[in-house]
């Protein structure tokens, strides 16, 4: 059987923070297309302009935004025109994928569980970066990768879903990080459908 449609004004609307290529968001416009999905991607929008994922947004059909972080005084002031974006876009659900930029609690507390991230680690191990290279330093059998909810600490909101893969002898963060990305697609995918349909 396939899966029924969903009405579109059932589909929660989903932006996308990105700072790179955007290849989680790309996976989750992929699955937006097929209608039993509940969500769909509505923005996207970059702190970096030349970030790579703005222009294969565009390609999936979806309003692509750069909000270029350096030309705030401040976090806040720039969390301040993003919020405003994600409002006026009348937006439900915020993934950040590959978004670089630690979002404050001013901008936090206005989104309560209604943020969601995706991070390459086993939560709570390895918050913040590098952490491919921590978890082969550390000598760890398993490295994996967390979608879990953002809150006012790093990497530190509960836990929404995680996949764990072996590390191999002879793994480099590199490659590593090449055998963690279509488990991060896959887990995202499932993660944001899982929130919305509770």
């Not at 270029?68 to 025109?81: C, I, L, V, W």
């Not at 969601?116 to 086993?122: A, C, F, Q, T, V």
């Not at 390895?126 to 082969?136: E, F, I, V």
């Amino acid at each position: 059987m396939s899966p029924q449609p969903v009405k579109a004004a059932l589909k929660k609307r989903v932006a996308v923070l990105i700072s790179g290529r955007g290849s989680n968001m790309a996976a989750l416009a992929e699955a937006a297309r097929a209608p039993g999905y509940p969500a769909e991607i509505c923005l996207v929008i970059s702190n970096r302009p030349n970030a790579g994922g703005l222009e294969l947004a565009r390609e999936f059909g979806i309003k692509a935004l750069s909000i270029d972080h350096k030309n705030y005084p401040s976090r806040e002031s720039f969390e301040g025109d993003l919020h405003e974006a994600l409002i006026d876009a009348n937006i439900n659900l915020i993934c950040c994928a590959g978004f670089m930029r630690v979002l404050t609690p001013y901008f936090t507390r206005q989104w309560p569980n209604k943020i969601l991230n995706i991070h390459p680690s086993l939560l709570p191990k390895y918050k913040g970066l590098n952490t491919h290279q921590r978890a082969l330093d550390a000598g760890d059998t398993h490295h994996g990768c967390t979608v879990h909810y953002v809150n006012e600490d790093l990497d530190g909101g509960a836990v929404i879903a995680q996949t764990e893969i072996k590390i191999n002898a002879g793994d480099t963060a590199e490659s590593l990080a090449k055998r963690l990305i279509p488990h991060e697609h896959k887990l995202y995918v499932g993660s944001l459908e899982k929130v919305i349909k509770g």
